[in-house]
């Protein structure tokens, strides 16, 4: 029994090529050619396909909100991204959507044959390209967080149990200013108590 495949594709010379290329294969069928998310996401139950090729720039409902409807409704589907949207922002905002597979609209016949028995079997189908941008931006060090001299000796003294006064005594400083400087700091660490902001700056070894 043939795998149900449908395309939502609003390019449709495109759309009736990979559907020829599809239905000359042993394992797959296209049920179904949208060329919106609108109709696609209407006929679900009607089509009741396990793959999906899906465009991302669509009129109406984009290809990434699209994903997210359908995994909704069935969230065992596997939706293939076929895009010539190359950039990392577009790439990750498809996979949260929860895409399983990401190729470009140049690829082979082959290449698509092979990414929907990937996805079938329950791997994550992606272009070379796309591969190569996804490990990268993985491997990306994460910001480094900085804080200044002053910040640093008002997180030593907080986490030494020193009030305020005692603070602004010590550091020759008015509370003012100590409130301005755990506000900086607040946002640097991402976090919104005084026991917080000691904690991760212990945690980041930045005091």
Do not use: W
């Not at 290329?21 to 179904?32: C, G, H, L, P, Q």
């Not at 998310?37 to 984009?62: H, S, T, V, W, Y």
């Not at 949260?96 to 028995?117: F, I, Q, R």
């Amino acid at each position: 029994m043939k795998h149900k495949v449908v395309i939502v594709e609003d390019n449709i010379p495109l759309s009736e090529a990979f559907a020829e290329v599809i239905d000359f294969t042993n394992d797959f069928e296209v049920v179904a050619i949208y060329d919106n998310c609108e109709d696609a996401i209407k006929n679900l139950r009607k089509d009741c396909a396990k793959l999906f090729l899906m465009d991302i720039e669509l009129p109406g409902i984009n290809g990434v909100e699209g994903t997210k409807q359908i995994k909704k409704v069935f969230p065992k589907a596997n939706i293939i991204m076929v895009t010539v949207y190359e950039n990392s922002e577009v790439v990750f905002d498809a996979l949260c959507a929860g895409a399983s597979g990401y190729l470009t609209k140049n690829l082979k016949p082959e290449e698509l044959v092979d990414a929907l028995k990937v996805s079938i079997s329950g791997g994550a189908p992606m272009s070379i390209k796309i591969a190569k941008m996804v490990v990268s931006s993985f491997q990306k060090k994460p910001s480094k967080i900085e804080l200044s001299k002053r910040e640093k000796e008002v997180l030593v003294l907080l986490s030494e149990g020193n009030s305020y006064d005692s603070i602004a005594e010590k550091l020759f400083i008015s509370k003012n200013t100590i409130k301005f400087h755990l506000k900086n700091i607040y946002i640097k660490l991402q976090v919104n108590s005084n026991i917080e902001a000691v904690q991760k700056a212990n945690k980041e070894n930045l005091i």
